[in-house]
DNA sequence: AAATTGATAATTTTGTTAAAAAAGTCAGGA
DNA sequence: TCCTGACTTTTTTAACAAAATTATCAATTT
């Protein structure tokens, strides 16, 4: 027999879907509960049945999709030949990550400020795996004897995960803010390799 | 005698002042062209004889910040003992022009994206002379032999001025945006500072 | 003629309010 | 316990008037 509770937690799920879906089409302020509800064919009292309300609703989505971030993580982590593979896996996976998700963080963007602090402490732990992955590299690699012991590679690790984000495609620096395209996409990864790459060179003996 | 041009020049002069000081302490939308004109004591209506309208008026006074500025960087050029000291005075000095001007560019930070195109060249003629400086002073640690010949110093100095870019306080990564102060700054420099020292070794044999 | 101004026109921003849309609640039914 | 339709409350949008600001110009002074 199935449990209620097992019950309620399927159709939480369900919900959980149909609201990844809208909002990531058309991201927070252009979905309704309605909608929502209308996609699943349910009211939209039964959201609210499930979830108090719109926004906990997206942070719940919103802890779904970083679990999902987090898993690809943590199933790498120590399997690297070398810190530069490492660093690639970090660039290319948060990059895709941030592309497939785009819209769905019109959310963030738009509020900018003042945003609940569950949404920061998500972000937080985002922050965290991903330093943690490359420390945790950076640690084997010294280990290896490849590059010079590192006092604080916690530190090194966070100054280099601000400066690949600050690296942006050329062409769009100035320009509308059109979503970056195919060739700015590109441009920016080549970029953030050759800074991964001469960074780790500065930690070389 | 003095010619007519030069009275026109020193009232225009006299106008820039007034303006940019408006335009630094209540930026761009904060400052009416009745104030400036009140501080001059002179009618509004004069202030357009000799500027065409309040956007032309204050890109006047950004071209003439912006040339102290380029001033500054074109006086060291050339002077530096190391590679590392010609970063330092990079960060430093853009900070500081940061920090002294930082209300003058609300304007800036207002429009964001749709500035007219007069802007952005002004823009990348600063960057471009920041770019300069550094490349030069590449240039010269290669030929002193101290760091590897460098392919492209142009892309390699825009990557690390991007990358600089990036860095900001950890404290104040989510958080409402308060004006950074003193001790984030120093935190700011500081990691800029190792930045630019680790990328450095990167360059070296 | 060049420099200046007060008065005025044109445009943009701000404030107000009503209507519409969306969020959120609840008593009651299966 | 799960679910809904009808309802209330809050937020967003639209329309429009009032106020502030930009911009112009004919007239005046130097």
Same mark, same amino acid.
């Given at each position: 027999?199935?449990?209620?509770?097992?019950?309620?937690?399927?159709?939480?799920?369900?919900?959980?879907?149909?609201?990844?879906?809208?909002?990531?089409?058309?991201?927070?302020?252009?979905?309704?509960?309605?909608?929502?509800?209308? @996609?699943?064919?349910?009211?939209?009292?039964?959201?609210?049945?499930?979830?108090? @309300?719109?926004?906990?609703?997206?942070?719940?989505?919103?802890?779904?999709?970083?679990?999902?971030?987090?898993?690809?993580?943590?199933?790498?982590?120590?399997?690297?030949?070398?810190?530069?593979?490492?660093?690639?896996?970090?660039?290319?996976?948060?990059?895709?990550?941030?592309?497939?998700?785009?819209?769905?963080?019109?959310?963030?963007?738009?509020?900018?400020?003042?945003?609940?602090?569950?949404?920061?402490?998500?972000?937080?732990?985002?922050?965290?795996?991903?330093?943690?992955?490359?420390?945790?590299?950076?640690?084997?690699?010294?280990?290896?004897?490849?590059?010079?012991?590192?006092?604080?590679?916690?530190?090194?690790?966070?100054?280099?995960? @601000?400066?690949?984000?600050?690296?942006?495609?050329?062409?769009?620096?100035?320009?509308?803010?059109?979503?970056?395209?195919?060739?700015?996409?590109?441009?920016?990864?080549?970029?953030?390799?050759?800074?991964?790459?001469?960074?780790?060179?500065?930690?070389?003996?």
């Amino acid at each position: 027999m199935i449990s209620a509770i097992d019950q309620q937690d399927v159709k939480k799920e369900r919900i959980l879907e149909a609201a990844h879906h809208r909002f990531l089409h058309y991201g927070y302020s252009k979905t309704t509960m309605n909608e929502i509800a209308g @996609d699943l064919s349910m009211s939209k009292a039964l959201l609210y049945y499930y979830f108090p @309300d719109k926004s906990q609703l997206y942070v719940a989505v919103m802890k779904k999709v970083a679990a999902e971030y987090l898993k690809s993580l943590s199933d790498k982590i120590n399997t690297f030949a070398d810190l530069k593979e490492a660093f690639i896996f970090q660039i290319d996976t948060q990059h895709d990550f941030i592309v497939t998700n785009y819209n769905f963080f019109d959310f963030f963007r738009l509020n900018e400020q003042n945003l609940p602090d569950v949404i920061w402490e998500i972000v937080d732990e985002v922050h965290n795996s991903e330093a943690q992955l490359l420390v945790s590299a950076i640690k084997t690699e010294v280990a290896r004897g490849k590059i010079k012991p590192v006092a604080n590679p916690e530190e090194i690790v966070a100054l280099l995960l @601000d400066a690949l984000h600050g690296v942006r495609a050329k062409s769009v620096s100035h320009k509308k803010t059109m979503f970056p395209n195919k060739e700015h996409l590109a441009e920016i990864r080549a970029k953030r390799l050759l800074l991964a790459d001469i960074f780790i060179k500065g930690l070389m003996y």
